[in-house]
């Protein structure tokens, strides 16, 4: 199997590197298409490496366009010129829809994907949609590339991205902010920085792992946690005050509708 990486940013990095990394592919089976030479030097022994969407693209099993969604038109022409019906496109672009893939490519197999910041060390979770004309054995192919980068999930309905990418492709920035007020929050309290950082990033990695080893739901973990009368209870008093999950719910919901913008611009 030979796979074109079209756009090697951080996410087109993290694939060619997974893909290395988990032995699915060899370097003579992996084209890297780059936009600035800049981009080179981080790439080399990962897979041929062109500036420009050519014959080589065209010769592969899968196509994977990783540009940004305001670069579309500049590499769409290109694409168009050498995909072949039998190659499958996938696109982690946001907010670009399948349809209008397929309009502007000129080209029906095509898969649509959000994968979010965790994968690039192999940690992150992407769903994905495909189109119609996708065989199983196609369907199937993409799911184990996307596996190698954390987990992937498929959506029968493809306009539940908008929903994913304001969940975790968006999250990872969520999560970072609730750390770093956490982290300051410590430092106001007169702890160093050092002190404050190992405190709450340690803090949160045991916590996941608690919550993902547990018998028991988040709500259930919080109330073992929280004594009456104690400091954990002081704690949530200011966050139900505040609307904290409230919050967090309306900026999830404003970032699903900017989702939904940009999928119908």
Known sequence: MKIA????????HAYARSFRKYGLLGADELELVIRS????????????????????VGACDLV???VKPQDLQTVAKDLAAVLRDDQVLLSIMAGIT???LQEVLKHRTVVRAMPN?????????????????????????????????????????ESHLDAVTALSGSGPAYFFKIVQSMIDAGMELGLAP????????????????????????????IKAVM????????????????????VLQRAIGAACARS???STS
Request: with cysteine.
């Open 37 to 56: 030479e800049d981009r080179r030097a981080q790439l080399e022994g990962l897979g041929r490496i062109s500036t420009s969407v050519g014959t080589t």
């Open 64 to 66: 994977i366009l990783a």
């Open 194 to 221: 050092h002190v404050a950082n190992a405190l709450v990033k340690q803090t949160m990695l045991g916590s996941y792992h608690l919550m993902e080893h547990a018998d028991r739901s988040p709500e259930e973990l």
């Open 260 to 262: 939904t913008e940009l």
């Open 5 to 12: 990486i079209v756009g090697c940013g951080n996410m087109g």
């Open 117 to 157: 910041a965790p994968a690039q060390i192999g940690m992150g979770i992407t769903a994905y949609a495909t189109g119609a004309e996708l065989s199983m054995l196609q369907t199937v192919m993409v799911e184990q590339l996307l596996n190698s980068t954390g987990r992937a999930v498929h959506l029968e309905d």
């Open 227 to 246: 004594s009456k009368g104690g400091t954990t209870e002081a704690a949530f008093k200011v966050l139900a005050n505040e609307d904290l999950g409230g």
């Open 98 to 100: 399948i349809p209008r």
